[in-house]
């Protein structure tokens, strides 16, 4: 009796040791599903990380081409400028070419309005500034086949699919004459030679030894606008 009763005492627990196994394996299969939806959103947020980078590139590609861009509606400025550079024709605004006599120095370039400061603006976009005064205007159509037929390195290939407009504006503080007591311009001074020959120091009220005419200055900004949105100022200053 005493066996048998030990038998019956020990059955339990050899059948509750193997038990114990199947316990194990539910865990770690547990652990597995944790670790492989860890890997999962790892892999997601790396697919995302490689997305963002192709944006961010992508956009920096965009605006270094509508940087370049801007180059032509500069050479475009300057080919129409040469032509009425230092003439009466620059004393006056022509607004139908985007140029105007006066600094512009109380408009806002970017055609947003944001500063009290300067509350004049460019239209840039042709809608009259959306009904906001006062409205300057630039040149010329606002899309890049009217500035590259103006200046040949537009059909170099960086125009392609950029709005390209300017304005010019000569830095001066009233139109007219920059000679005009009443006008006051920013011009560069050039040194020429005189052909008057004269020994020993200089003296009060003798002829300068060298003299120029001077020639004002001309701001030049570009506007590019390129095929996603991306928008770009260039601000070129020259004389003649």
Avoid at 8 to 31: A, D, E, N, W, Y
Avoid at 128 to 157: K, W
Wanted: aromatic content about 8%; overall charge positive; proline content about 5%.
């Amino acid at each position: 009796m005493r066996s048998a009763d030990f038998r019956k005492i020990i059955t339990p627990v050899s059948m509750s040791m193997h038990s114990c196994p199947q316990r194990q394996q539910g865990v770690v299969l547990f652990i597995t599903l944790i670790v492989l939806i860890a890997m999962t959103l790892a892999a997601l947020a790396l697919m995302r990380s490689v997305d963002t980078g192709n944006v961010v590139a992508g956009n920096m590609a965009f605006k270094q081409g509508a940087t370049l861009a801007g180059d032509s509606g500069t050479a475009a400025a300057i080919t129409e400028l040469t032509k009425i550079a230092g003439k009466s024709e620059s004393y006056v605004d022509i607004p139908t070419q985007g140029y105007y006599a006066t600094n512009l120095g109380s408009v806002d370039m970017t055609g947003n309005g944001n500063d009290p400061a300067r509350p004049g603006r460019v239209d840039w976009d042709f809608n009259g500034c959306n009904g906001t005064a006062p409205c300057i205007r630039p040149c010329c159509s606002g899309n890049a086949p009217a500035i590259a037929a103006n200046n040949d390195p537009a059909s170099s290939g960086f125009n392609a699919g950029n709005e390209v407009t300017y304005i010019i504006d000569r830095l001066c503080k009233t139109t007219g004459s920059p000679a005009s007591t009443s006008n006051n311009c920013a011009d560069f001074q050039s040194a020429a030679g005189s052909n008057k020959i004269q020994k020993g120091g200089l003296q009060y009220g003798n002829n300068l030894r060298f003299a120029g005419a001077p020639t004002e200055y001309y701001r030049i900004t570009s506007r590019v606008k390129g095929p996603r949105n991306t928008i770009t100022y260039i601000e070129t200053i020259i004389h003649f």
